[in-house]
């Protein structure tokens, strides 16, 4: 019997193709698992720099916040800007305008080449709101000081917009025409009339000094001292009234410019001029107009046609003759003294305005992160 003897060669060249092929795999396995990882990684890393910015460009917002946004721009209007954080990454932040004190914020992220697959982007949403002092008002006039009121005088709690201003919200809670303390002594003769709900409010508030002189996180002293305008006591101011050098409006103390109540169009140089105004003493005016917030550390005393559109604080009392004299917003007459009473004659109207109180206030106030769900991860 004869056995078949099969020849072997060429076998370890078969084993050394396969053993090519296998290693090669691997080497491929290798690297496809190597460049996922490093892409992985590398996207992380973008990734995260990407949310980085976007965290940045919010907080960067109150920072670099411009004060005259706050009453330029309108329900709607959007405001941009640009940062770069580190590592090359930018943030774009859009500024949106809502109604009222409220802005929302967009943050968005970039990381990486522009345009390119090995980028990263993320989206970050906030709602800002103004951080308006807390003033307190309890109607058109506040006082714990004795009141005398004779003539035709009109003051009227029931919340309405300034005359041709356009751009106020609706209407909130009508408020009392007058708030004064139950230890007040009120004198009413000749044609007044007293409207708001009530017309006349007797409140333990109005006696205490708080509502006066603290707003909720800072107070007439931290306003005082933030004024754009200080005057000493006992200025006699005639004719104030806005100040402009073709379209922009001059900031000037003397002769005093306060501002352009009064709207037209096209827009006057100095509508969006709202100053803090402090005066270290007592305060006489005679003519003109202006806007903003005003705070007399003494008598606050209003003789001829003169007409403020804001929040007036006084310490002192308050005391106003003659014909054409209105304030639009609020006062607020704290009577420190005794002998500091308010005197309303003439022709003189007292209007209740949340509108011009906000506009007023929103002058120097930054934005802050609004309370609950503020925050907004919008990928």
């Not at 004719?239 to 169009?265: E, F, K």
């Not at 917003?329 to 509108?355: E, W």
Request: hydrophobic share 40%; with cysteine; aromatic share 8%.
């Amino acid at each position: 019997m004869r056995t078949a003897i099969w020849s072997e060669k060429g076998m370890a060249l078969i084993m050394s193709l396969g053993a090519i092929v296998i290693i090669g795999v691997l080497m491929g396995g290798v690297l496809f698992v190597s460049t996922q990882d490093y892409r992985i990684g590398g996207n992380t890393v973008r990734s995260t720099r990407a949310a980085a910015a976007a965290e940045l460009g919010l907080n960067r917002v109150p920072v670099t916040w411009d004060l005259a946004d706050n009453n330029r721009t309108r329900a709607g209007d959007t405001l941009k800007k640009v940062f770069t954080a580190p590592g090359g990454a930018t943030a774009t932040v859009t500024i949106t305008r809502l109604g009222g004190p409220f802005f929302w914020v967009v943050s968005e992220g970039y990381a990486g080449a522009m345009g390119s697959q090995a980028s990263g982007r993320r989206r970050y949403g906030t709602l800002f709101r103004l951080d308006l002092p807390q003033m307190n008002f309890l109607g058109a006039i506040t006082t714990q000081g004795n009141t005398t009121v004779n003539g035709n005088v009109t003051v009227n709690g029931n919340d309405a917009a300034p005359a041709g201003w356009a751009n106020c919200s609706p209407t909130t809670q009508n408020m009392a025409g007058a708030a004064i303390s139950p230890t007040t002594t009120a004198t009413v003769n000749g044609s007044v009339t007293l409207n708001g709900n009530p017309p006349v409010l007797t409140t333990p508030a109005a006696g205490d000094t708080n509502t006066y002189f603290n707003y909720g996180s800072t107070n007439y002293q931290a306003l005082a001292a933030a004024a754009n305008l200080t005057y000493p006591g006992g200025t006699l101011l005639t004719g104030v009234g806005p100040i402009a050098v073709g379209s922009v409006c001059q900031a000037s103390q003397t002769p005093a410019n306060w501002g352009d109540p009064n709207r037209a169009a096209p827009a006057g140089a100095c509508e969006t001029y709202f100053p803090t105004i402090h005066v270290l003493g007592d305060l006489k005016v005679t003519t003109g107009r202006g806007q903003g917030v005003l705070l007399v550390d003494g008598d606050f005393t209003v003789a001829g046609s003169f007409v403020f559109t804001g929040a007036v604080i006084a310490r002192g009392g308050l005391k106003m003759s003659g014909t054409g004299n209105k304030i639009t917003g609020a006062v607020m007459a704290a009577s420190i003294q005794v002998d500091d009473d308010v005197s309303l004659s003439g022709n003189t109207a007292l209007q209740y305005s949340s509108c011009a109180l906000t506009a007023a206030l929103s002058s120097s106030a930054y934005p802050k992160l609004a309370m609950q769900r503020a925050w907004v991860d919008m990928y």
